[in-house]
């Protein structure tokens, strides 16, 4: 037994339970089999029933060296928190081994050497004071108590999130450094008020202060890098701006003497950085930034100089326009000052232009034609240019007629064609018929092209094939129409005829639409000729104040009509403010009793009069009211066997020194007698508007010059004085006129840098009210801060008179508009539709010539009987 142990023992040792490799099967099944006696021979007894059982007998000496077994130690605890219960999850390092505290806070690490050793325990909501322990002796296991401290820690991160490692952390006597995932901590702090601080070369950090209380907890801080941005302000003619208040996140200042400003301690992220000044009309533009580490950044923070939004002939946004602006006629690259591109609502806004000067402003974009705009900065405005309703490549072009005759149909011809560089497709021209007519045919018509040869191979012309088709009413889909180049057809033509009946003016819409391609939008107005009709001329046209004037009113009756004319009246609405001097006629009687109305009886048309003569009325009158601004003479004819027909003459009225009006805001509200509640709002507002403008006695050195101001119709009321003789008198050119340049110094460099401390001109105010007739109230070229006249005018406005719905609005426009400057703003209001008649496209087209900016306010119509308005005394 004492060999096979020995054996066994010795086979252990040599092969250490692992099997030769280089053997062959044989040999290893041999070997396995020996070791399967071997196990069994070692844990089973052997009994030799062929021997005589022997005393047993002392183990022989073994002649083996034995190691001594070294001794092991273990450490453990239980951990628990101030108030003695236990914490579970904490987890307990001793050298390479480690242990986690179980649901009673207990936790044990065996296996431990002799030697000293550093305890350290983490939890994610404590921090623990590192325990130092020795382990030797014959005590095998020591028991360790970890104790809970404050503290605080962090994780330290640039702007996109990576962990920046070898920051120095520094609280109070403490310090830390962060590892390569950017954590760091420090513990053993005493409850208190702290300061954090952070370094790092490249890396300037803001210090961050921190409260510990008693409870011994971890506090995590957090802290970031910090940048400044600085700049200067100023103003439009590039004088320093003092006392703008400049913002960054939560952090702002203000400028000083220099217009200089400055904000420290920035963390690393994105900032929109804004300015503002209270007092001052102008913004200043917005400027966002990212800051990433140390950065010490300029930031131009310039007042907003130029902006508009750009919509297309829709009305809709128009978005990635480039906006350049030059210096005025210097359109290239030396000229070129500042550049924008409109946003999603298609704003754009420009910054730097320096006053006072002007500017010219160019857009484009692809597919569009803009037209060049001239712009000006002062005091009293920025550029705002009219960049809106650009046109298509796609020309659209209505070929309409001016007048036609009633009963005979109408032929309007609209030809698209493509002056860009590339090919169009998809495009449908709408046309929406004026009222009244019905459609008769429509179809398009166009060309394609292909070369012609000589015989000898040259080239010698484009032939052609004609083609129609026709439209699904008045929708007609257009062939595509090529960009250009030899024989490529470019244009097609859409030709629509419709009948009419009746003798209203006929106003066409014309609808373009194409893919990837603008559209357009056009209107057409042509005059209805009928059968019985009139015609007035007026001289002189315009006519002086105080002067005389003619009308000629001509009865006119088709000779292709199949009747004559019987029971003919002719009525006159004569506009307010003229004195009547003379009626004159051959072919009737005028009753006069009852003026401003005429009422004449006129004989009977024959056919075989309607091609030789009219039937004339003439009317001398004397302009007796220097209030006016526009004359309405108003004729309605009517007969037996015809409908009532009314034709309106509009004579200007000569205003002295026009040529040297240039009105900034032109006010022209409605007066009739619905129109009393807008008013009162009208009147408070206005007020208000003057208030803001600022009003005292001190002038500048200019004259106030003032237009004629109107009394009311009826007269002058008991508590109101006279207009004085000075208003009544026609203006004189002295009076526009600056003082004499005797007493007038040139203006010095260093009256120049003066300029922006002055107080801003006051616009150049018209008030024009309108009803029936245009009035001028009040027509104020105030050079003063001083608007007492302006004022006075404001409150003297009151609701009256009236009589039909539609009123002189389209004419109060049409009037105002000779005197706007460009880019002048208009502020309207009106609760009626203005005459069928009036020139609505026509004073449109003005106002986008001139950029000018239109507020309307309209409370009505004439399809609403509340906004019709009652004669006077009813």
């Known amino acids: 037994m004492n060999s096979f142990l020995e054996k066994s023992d010795l086979l252990r040792s040599d092969t250490h339970f692992g099997l030769p490799k280089k053997r062959n099967y044989f040999a290893r099944r041999f ?90 325990a983490s939890q994610e909501n404590y921090a623990f004071s590192p325990k130092e322990v020795t382990l030797s002796g014959e005590q095998s296991s020591t028991e360790v ?51 954090v601080l952070a370094s790092k070369d490249g890396y300037p950090f803001a210090p961050k202060e921190v409260t510990l209380g008693s409870d011994p907890i971890r506090t995590e801080v957090a802290l970031k890098i910090v940048s400044t941005i600085f700049g200067t302000i100023v103003d439009i003619f590039g004088n320093p701006l003092k006392n703008v208040v400049v913002q960054a996140g939560d952090k702002e200042t203000i400028t000083d003497e220099l217009g200089q400003w400055k904000i420290t301690d920035l963390s690393e992220g994105e900032y929109t950085v804004t300015a503002s000044k209270e007092g001052i009309e102008y913004w200043f533009s917005p400027k966002n930034l990212t800051l990433v580490g140390e950065q010490t950044q300029e930031v131009n923070m310039a007042l907003v100089t130029g902006f508009g939004t750009i919509k297309d002939k829709f009305y809709d946004q128009i978005a990635g326009v480039t906006i350049r602006v030059y210096k005025k006629d210097a359109v290239n690259d030396d000229g070129l000052l500042a550049t924008a591109v409109t946003d999603e609502e298609g704003y754009w806004e420009v910054t730097g232009l320096l006053a006072p000067n002007e500017y010219t402003v160019v857009a484009s974009k692809n597919r569009y034609i803009f037209e060049q705009e001239e712009c000006m900065v002062n005091l009293n405005g920025l550029c705002e240019p009219n960049l809106s309703r650009p046109d298509s490549v796609l020309e659209m072009t209505i070929d309409a007629p001016e007048t036609v005759v ?95 009946h009746q003798v209203q003016d006929l106003r066409n819409k014309v609808t373009m639409t194409a893919s990837q391609f603008p559209g357009d939008i056009q209107y057409t107005r042509t005059k209805v ?15 002086a104040i105080g002067g005389f004037l003619q009308y000629k009113v001509d009865i006119d009756l088709n000779p292709t009509v199949p009747k004559a004319a019987t029971g003919v009246e002719l009525k006159i609405q004569l506009p307010n403010g003229l004195k009547l001097k003379a009626v004159k006629t051959d072919y009737g009687t005028c009753d006069i009793s009852n003026l401003p109305t005429i009422i004449c009886s006129m004989t009977d048309i024959s056919l075989e009069q309607a091609n030789s003569l009219s039937h004339t009325v003439g009317i001398d009158v004397e ?61 408070i507002a206005l007020n208000e508007f003057i208030n803001n403008l600022g009003s005292g006695e001190e002038e500048l050195p200019f004259e106030d010059v003032q237009l004629p101001s109107a009394e009311e119709e009826e007269g002058p009321s008991e508590t109101e004085e006279p207009v004085s003789s000075e208003t009544e008198e026609p203006v004189s050119s002295e009076a526009e006129e600056p003082v ?130 009652a004669q006077s005394g009813e």
């Open 740 to 869: 004499s340049s005797e007493t007038e110094e040139p203006v010095s460099s260093e009256t120049e840098e003066a300029l922006p401390e002055a107080e801003p001109i006051p616009p150049l105010i018209a008030l024009i009210t309108f009803a029936d007739e245009v009035k001028i109230k009040a027509f104020v070229k105030a050079f003063t801060r001083n608007l007492d006249v302006l004022r006075e005018a404001v409150d003297k406005l009151k609701a009256k008179g009236g009589g039909t719905c539609p009123e002189a609005s389209i004419e109060a426009l049409d009037f105002v508009m000779p005197y706007l400057k460009k880019g002048g703003i208009i502020l309207f209001t009106t609760d009626a539709s203005p005459y069928p008649d009036a020139d609505v496209e026509g004073v449109l087209k003005s106002m986008r010539s001139k950029g000018i900016r239109f507020n309307a306010m309209i409370t009505g119509d004439c399809s609403t009987e509340n906004s019709w308005n």
């Open 145 to 195: 108590a970890l104790e809970i401290v404050p503290a605080i820690f962090g994780t330290i991160l640039d702007l996109f999130g990576n962990p920046i490692a070898g920051v120095t952390v520094e609280v109070a006597d403490k310090t830390a450094v962060t590892d390569e995932d950017g954590i760091w901590e420090i513990i053993e702090l005493s409850e208190g008020d702290y300061t």
């Open 623 to 683: 302009l007796t009211d220097v209030g006016l601004l526009l004359l309405m003479f108003e004729a309605t004819v009517k007969a037996n066997e015809y409908p009532a027909y009314t034709v309106r003459e509009r004579t200007k009225i000569d205003i002295p020194n026009a040529e040297e009006i240039e009105v900034d805001i032109a006010f022209v509200i409605d007066i009739t007698g619905s129109m009393q509640e807008e008013i009162d709002g009208i009147i």
């Open 406 to 500: 009633q009963d005979n149909n109408i032929t309007y011809a609209i030809t698209v064609t493509n002056r860009g560089d590339q090919s169009a497709s998809g495009i449908v021209v709408t046309d929406d018929l004026p009222k009244g007519t019905e459609l008769v045919s429509a179809q398009v018509s166009w060309y394609t092209y292909y070369p012609m040869y000589h015989q000898w191979g040259d080239f010698s012309h484009c032939g052609s094939h004609h083609h129609t088709s026709p439209c699904s009413e008045t929708t007609c889909n257009l062939p595509s129409l090529s960009a250009g180049g030899t024989c490529q057809n470019r244009s097609a033509t859409v030709h629509i005829v419709a009948s009419n």
């Open 31 to 120: 070997i396995i089999g020996i070791l399967a006696v071997l196990v069994l021979g070692s844990i089973m007894p052997t009994v030799n029933f062929a021997e005589e059982p022997t005393e047993p007998t002392e183990p022989a000496e073994s002649t083996e060296a034995r190691v001594p077994t070294e001794p092991e130690y273990a450490v453990h605890g239980t951990i628990t928190d101030t108030d003695g219960n236990a914490l579970a999850d904490v987890t307990v390092q001793v050298g390479d081994k480690t242990a986690v505290t179980d649901e009673e806070g207990i936790w044990e690490i065996t296996g431990l050497s002799e030697g000293e050793y550093t305890l350290v």
């Open 529 to 543: 000729v009928p059968h019985f009709s009139i015609f007035i001329t007026d001289n002189p046209d315009p006519v």
